[in-house]
């Protein structure tokens, strides 16, 4: 018995953190996704369109990647099938796909306007401007405040 506990915690938690880094997975691609209804991100939504995408989402992380035919029968039309079918294949390099192709796949099969912009540059630049006149104003105040403390 006390070898069987030796080998089974090892085990047993390498198979929590292998689940536990598929959900974190999920869930970083489910934020940058659109819902299929265009009210909200995927990962807050439960329609029916919303947990095929997730399924899907599901499939393709999937580690190693193999193309699941029946589920792709049973969930797609023909012409989406077809769509995906063909995006997967361009996609899967060494059995897994990337984050990006990940979106390359939704997007070129659902559309364009699902896939969130992942560069939110003029954030940072929007950001950085507001600090600088920021650190800029609060310079101005202080130095008018040792200037009047001096001259009194």
């Known amino acids: 018995m006390l070898r069987i506990n030796k080998y089974l915690k090892p085990a047993l938690s390498i198979l929590i953190i292998g689940i536990l880094i598929g959900d974190e997975r999920q869930s970083y691609l489910e934020n940058h996704i659109n819902c299929p209804c265009k009210k ?3 990962i807050g939504h439960d329609s029916p369109n919303a947990q095929k995408l997730k399924n899907l989402i599901s499939e393709l ?3 190693p990647f193999e193309i699941n035919l029946s589920f792709m029968v049973t969930n797609y039309d023909l012409e989406m099938q077809a769509c995906l079918l063909e995006n997967i294949k361009k996609h899967t390099v060494n059995s897994k796909i990337s984050n990006e192709g990940i979106y390359t796949i939704i ?3 659902y559309g364009k306007e699902l896939i969130r912009n992942q560069k939110p540059s003029i954030l940072y630049i929007i950001m950085g401007i507001i600090l ?3 650190f800029i104003i609060v310079s101005i105040f202080i130095y008018k405040n040792i200037r009047a403390r001096k001259s009194v």
């Open 132 to 134: 600088i006149l920021g």
């Open 107 to 109: 997007e070129n099969c």
């Open 61 to 63: 992380i999937k580690e």
């Open 40 to 42: 909200g991100l995927l």
